[in-house]
């Protein structure tokens, strides 16, 4: 049976709107009182300013020491954010520990947005809408070398889903680097299980079965998924994500991550009921390996 940890991000203050910070939270108190669901949990508080960048690193920092220590064990983490800069502590430590067997992590990101900025092209400066590039190896340097000094992901290991709300700058930057991209308006219900499934077998051959997935909610229907600070109409049906993930093989899945659920928001309590079920879902496949 494998051990399964939440590793969660209380980070709010680098998206938009205030509130992710206490998701993780929230998550954990809710496995704790499920039936049948036992898991390790550590939540990191980041208690810095929105624009401080010494202050982040300290604590993506912590938070990928906590990643590695994880999966050096075999141990499997799901991280709950926080706003999407988290996804910087969670795959760096990921990545490193693979470094160390000089494997490669790959990447699929299941977003409304590309959250490819680098600071020069950011309007707000927000950092949730930055962590591909930083992991990418472009950006603010102190966030960029977590824990090493070499880029977390390789353009060739990442792929995206659900992209329907972008500007021109990070576009450019994605397609110098030759970075494949699923936009909302080339999936449907009809092709959404299969194009995903194709491209996680495709990464998980590439990166010998290191296949992390990033999940921000907004990725899906909004109609669907409320508790988003920054929704975009359509996005990709929850069921069909879901049965995705029931499809997927299970042994290829290096990490999964939930960002930029905001309880504030969630004024009807489906959005993290949406989680918790796909938490469980995860919880069975990962633990009995199947
Ligand atoms: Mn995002």
Redesign the pocket.
């Known amino acids: 049976m494998r051990k399964i940890k939440l590793i969660g991000s209380a980070i709010g203050n680098c998206g938009r709107l205030n509130g992710c910070e206490s998701s993780p939270y929230q998550v954990s108190n809710k496995l704790a009182n499920t039936e049948g669901i036992l898991i390790d949990s550590d939540v990191v508080a980041y208690d810095g300013g929105s624009h401080d960048i010494l202050a982040q690193r300290e604590f993506f920092t912590s938070v990928a020491r906590r990643a590695e220590r994880a999966t050096e064990k075999g141990v499997f983490p799901i991280f709950i954010g926080g706003d ?1 800069s988290c996804a910087i502590g969670s795959w760096s430590g990921v990545a490193e520990n693979l470094h160390k067997y000089d494997q490669d992590l790959a990447l699929i ?1 299941i ?3 590309m ?1 490819a900025h680098r600071p020069e092209t950011s309007e707000t400066g927000n950092l ?1 809408g930055m ?1 591909v590039a930083h992991l990418l190896g472009h950006g603010h340097r102190e966030l960029t070398s977590i824990m090493s000094a070499h880029p977390k992901l390789k353009p060739e290991n990442l792929v995206y889903f659900g992209i329907r709300s972008y500007e021109k700058p990070e576009e450019d930057f994605l397609k110098s680097l030759g970075i494949k991209v699923y936009y909302q308006e080339m999936l449907s219900d009809e092709n959404f299980v299969e194009l995903f499934l194709q491209e996680y077998d495709r990464l998980a051959k590439q990166t010998k079965g290191n296949v992390g997935i990033s999940l ?1 909610l ?2 899906l229907d909004p109609k669907e998924l409320i508790a988003v600070g920054t929704p975009v109409d359509n996005g990709i049906s929850s069921a069909k994500f879901d049965e995705a993930m029931e499809k997927i093989n299970i042994k290829h899945l290096a990490g999964f991550e939930i ?2 659920y905001n309880p504030s928001l969630d004024k009807d309590g489906s959005s993290i009921k949406y989680m918790m079920n796909l938490i469980k879902l995860l919880i069975g496949r990962i633990k009995y390996d199947n």
């Open positions: 999407h990101w977003d409304a947005h959250d949730h962590p921000d907004d990725g960002a930029e």
